[in-house]
């Protein structure tokens, strides 16, 4: 086989940059497989808010930065993720000296300066920014009940895509969220980026998480919510893929997958791939959330210490049916 059958992000060289989320330990004990087969790459948490900025005055920057540095050094995109999100948030953001929620204006002011000091650091290393995370409601809400819009408001969202132009106007911003091609949610998320665009907010992409499972989405449905954002006119990012063996709410637990749901997890990768290669007019960047199945987030979510095996990689890093498939077209 030469090089370019066995690297994925060779493969799909002419179609979209392939990356994977990696974290502090991953970034070494994964990086054979990262640098063989990715050409980007998401911090898993390492620069999420409550982990750059534990303190008023304090930063720290050095976790990420030994992670860029590698990715750099290696010529590896590099997505930032994420600068307003609903968790992981250090508490004293919100809170005066006497426990008490700030103004809007105390928050606005340091969530300017986060992010202005943020991506103002990286602005030569990180090339598009997950702006803000998650802000549309589950259910019937519009936005997302949260101490971001409880303190500041309806407009919170469009005031953090303008500070984050402001700190990095060749940045390309994302809007990024999960259960997206849910038509309710669907719906929601596209009618926060026309209200963006009216108002001229600098929002340049949407992010689709991709957290799915063999059950759940068919390809119909993703097919559909493609559709309907392309009428936006911005690029789709598939930030955060991974095909659970799990459907979302079963709370059971499995020693190993049946030869069956191996079964339906390569055909389901084989399919989505096949569809973003078709979409990759607007597809610009297809990110899997994490390497190999030995490590992934899905082992703690949403049930605590329970085994699952998402990704294309097995638990010894050997390459899964579903990668042998991606790779075949
Ligand atoms: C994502 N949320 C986050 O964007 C990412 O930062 C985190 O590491 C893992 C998953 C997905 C999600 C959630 O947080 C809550 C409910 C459903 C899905």
């Not at 259910?139 to 408001?153: F, N, Q, V």
């Not at 990024?176 to 907010?201: F, S």
């Not at 598939?238 to 059971?252: G, N, R």
């Amino acid at each position: 086989m030469n090089n370019q059958e066995f690297s994925l992000s060779q493969k799909y060289k002419d179609y979209f940059p392939i990356g994977a989320a990696v974290n502090r330990k991953t970034i070494t004990s994964h990086q054979e497989l990262l640098l063989r087969h990715f050409n980007s790459i998401t911090l898993e948490s390492e620069m999420k808010f409550e982990l750059l900025h534990p303190a008023e005055n304090t930063y720290t920057f050095s976790t990420a930065d030994m992670i860029i540095d590698i990715a750099k050094k290696h010529n590896m995109k590099v997505r930032g993720h994420t600068l307003v999100w609903h968790r992981q948030t250090s508490e004293w953001v919100f809170l005066d000296r006497n426990g008490e929620l700030v103004s809007r204006e105390v928050l606005l002011e340091r969530i300017e300066e986060h992010i202005n000091r943020v991506m103002s650091r990286y602005k030569n290393d990180v090339y598009s920014w997950d702006v803000v995370n998650e802000a549309i409601a589950e259910g019937t809400d519009y936005l997302r009940d949260s101490k971001w819009l409880t303190i500041i408001g309806k407009d919170y969202v469009e005031k953090i895509f303008t500070y984050a132009h402001r700190a990095d106007p060749k940045a390309q911003l994302f809007y990024n969220d999960y259960d997206v091609v849910i038509p309710e949610k669907r719906d929601k998320i596209i009618r926060l980026i026309r209200e963006l665009k009216q108002k001229e907010v600098p929002v340049h992409g949407i992010g689709l998480q991709g957290h799915w499972n063999i059950y759940f989405p068919s390809i119909d449905l993703i097919k559909e919510a493609f559709d309907k954002y392309a009428e936006l006119g911005l690029p789709l990012q598939i930030t955060e893929l991974d095909v659970s063996m799990y459907e979302f709410h079963d709370k059971s637990k499995m020693d190993k997958p049946s030869p069956e749901m191996y079964e339906k997890q390569t055909i389901f990768y084989e399919k989505i791939f096949a569809l973003f290669r078709e979409y990759r007019d607007i597809i610009t960047g297809v990110t899997v959330w994490g390497i190999a199945d030995d490590k992934t987030w899905l082992d703690n979510f949403p049930v605590r210490d329970r085994k699952n095996w998402p990704l294309l990689f097995d638990t010894s890093h050997q390459p899964k049916e579903a990668f042998h498939k991606i790779m075949d077209f």
